[in-house]
């Protein structure tokens, strides 16, 4: 049984950095030549200048909100997408709404390398319990498992009996599906007192795969492993047998960056994913998942290569209300750069006596006389609301990505 997927995975960082270097400026100009709202926003950008992935953070940022309000305002993928729509596989239209494609090449997501990793193989039977209606997880997913050579029953969402008919009667070997509707069919396995002697491993994701979840699949013989993806997407990242957070997939970018900013943060830092995929028909650009994590120095001891994160960590939108008006994660960024001995900041909002009390606490070292007034000044023009400065030593705020921490508990 052959352990990588191909010889992707495996590249040395010389490699596979040499390989970006031809195609990140190829990706740029494509995006730049045949998606309109890229031929604008990378209107300036010389595609040769972006040559790797310390190259990508001169490239603006584009947020879901921007991708959602491009597609109200030029239907139905807002200029992002290089393929005309009628040229693509399919089309889906998730909550939000927000428009996806699918385009003709295989495995079009890339969750084949992620299944690949689960130990499904060639002649295994693929029971995908995510959704084919209107969204594009069950195709997503499907297309995967086929591109690594599975058999696939297309069992949806929800009809957990159903499920387990047809997992027993087809002798599935694997389920795909979120992490918690797998607990659901063996609950229900059970009450019918049907066993499943052939399921044997699970590769699950949209949703979180708790430790008591994975050791009670294990405990049946079910080895679970987790992906990481997005619609817009596709595969991020997925775990290895190695069990030490997710390898990054070979047909993106990620880059870990400061909430509310395109400024990559410190190795393990914990900041939002960023992502550059290489895909030709949907070339997103610096896409933001607003989702959290961080990097895993080193490689995995699977043999993988690629860089490592640890997973979801959280969301990033941590956009809240103070006395009335709005904080937002770019605000907090501007006080930071307007003050060069800042080395991290952090707002802290609490709830005394049903009023709001911010603190606005500052690593910084040496600062001198006249710092925290200075700074206050600026919080003041930039958040246009007052609070306390505390300034702090360097590494005392939490590793946690967060730039406004809302700790206030409300009566219900």
């Known amino acids: 049984m052959t352990e990588f997927y191909d010889a992707l995975e495996t590249r040395s960082a010389d490699q596979r950095a040499a390989d970006r270097a031809t195609a990140l400026p190829a990706q740029i100009a494509h995006a730049k030549a045949n998606a309109s709202y890229y031929g604008k926003v990378l209107a300036d950008i010389d595609p040769a200048s972006i040559d790797g992935a310390d190259a990508l953070p001169a490239l603006p940022i584009t947020r879901k909100s921007d991708l959602m309000a491009q597609q109200a305002e030029e239907p139905p993928f807002g200029g992002l997408n290089a393929t005309p729509a009628r040229d693509l596989l399919r089309v889906f239209l998730s909550p939000g709404p927000i428009a996806d494609p699918e385009g003709r090449g295989r495995d079009w997501w890339g969750m084949g390398r992620g299944i690949f990793a689960a130990g499904f193989r060639q002649g295994d039977l693929a029971h995908n319990c995510f959704s084919y209606h209107h969204t594009p997880a069950g195709m997503m997913m499907e297309v995967g498992a086929q591109a690594v050579g599975c058999t696939v029953y297309p069992g949806g969402v929800g009809a957990t009996e159903q499920q387990v008919q047809a997992m027993a009667y087809f002798q599935a070997d694997g389920y795909i599906g979120t992490p918690d509707f797998l607990g659901k069919i063996l609950e229900r396995a059970d009450e019918m007192g049907t066993a499943l002697p052939t399921l044997k491993k699970a590769f699950v994701g949209g949703g979180a795969l708790f430790p008591s979840m994975r050791e009670a699949y294990q405990a049946r013989g079910i080895v679970t492993r987790q992906s990481y993806g997005t619609a817009d997407l596709g ?13 990054v997939d070979e047909r993106v970018i990620v880059e870990i960056v400061r909430p509310g900013t395109g400024d990559p943060v410190a190795e393990g830092e914990v900041g939002e994913v960023v992502v550059t995929t290489f895909n030709a028909d949907y070339p ?8 959290m994590s961080a990097v895993l120095s080193g490689a995995s001891p699977c043999g993988r290569t ?10 990033a939108d941590q956009r809240t209300k103070v006395k009335g008006m709005f904080v937002d994660p770019a605000q907090v960024d501007r006080v930071a750069k307007a003050h060069p001995e800042i080395g991290k900041i952090r707002v802290e909002v609490t709830l005394v006596d049903n009023s709001d009390v911010m603190v606005v606490k500052v690593e910084t070292e040496g600062a001198g006389d006249g710092f925290a007034e200075a700074v206050g000044d600026t919080v003041q023009r930039e958040l246009k609301l007052r609070g306390k400065i505390d300034l702090v030593a360097p590494g005392s705020l939490p590793n946690d990505g967060k730039v406004i921490d809302d700790q206030r508990k409300y009566d219900t």
């Open 306 to 315: 690629n860089m490592r994160i640890k997973g979801w960590m959280g969301r």
């Open 284 to 291: 997103l650009i610096r896409f933001a998942t607003g989702d």
């Open 235 to 247: 595969l991020v990242a997925y775990e290895t047998p190695a069990l030490e957070g997710m390898v």
